[in-house]
């Protein structure tokens, strides 16, 4: 559930390390693996960053949707209020998970049958028959 998080952290460190690797060897890369690798890493920057403004940008949509709609409150006004219920949406949420079911749900297979009932009325004993 905190694979946002953790795209958030490896962009951050693996672009903190492909900067530093490009300004020690400027203009010093003569093999053409380094500069391979080097376009690697920017492509693996470059996708991460997306992954990361693709789930923050639906993890706060639907923070927005929940409180307004849901718990029918207003957004706290300042971004120091809502770090505390944004944190908390970020950890229940999974935006990457939702992205990932959304863009996947044509190839999944859909139920053959689905079992509805009230509470102990005997649908688990039915469904282990």
């Not at 376009?39 to 789930?55: D, F, K, R």
């Not at 944190?87 to 044509?106: E, G, K, S, V, W």
């Amino acid at each position: 559930g905190q694979l946002l998080q953790q795209c958030t952290i490896f962009l951050l460190c693996h672009g903190a390390f492909h900067f530093y690797f490009i300004h020690k060897y400027h203009g010093r890369i003569v093999s053409t693996l380094p500069r391979i690798s080097c376009a690697l890493s920017l492509s693996v920057i470059v996708m991460n960053t997306t992954i990361n403004i693709a789930g923050y940008t639906l993890l706060y949509k639907l923070y927005k949707h929940s409180v307004q709609n849901i718990f029918n409150k207003e957004l706290p006004r300042t971004v120091e209020e809502r770090m505390p219920s944004f944190c908390a949406h970020m950890a229940l949420l999974r935006p990457l998970d939702i992205i990932f079911r959304y863009l996947t749900y044509r190839w999944r297979v859909l139920p053959d049958i689905l079992v509805l009932g009230e509470v102990r009325c005997g649908t688990t004993s039915f469904c282990e028959h």
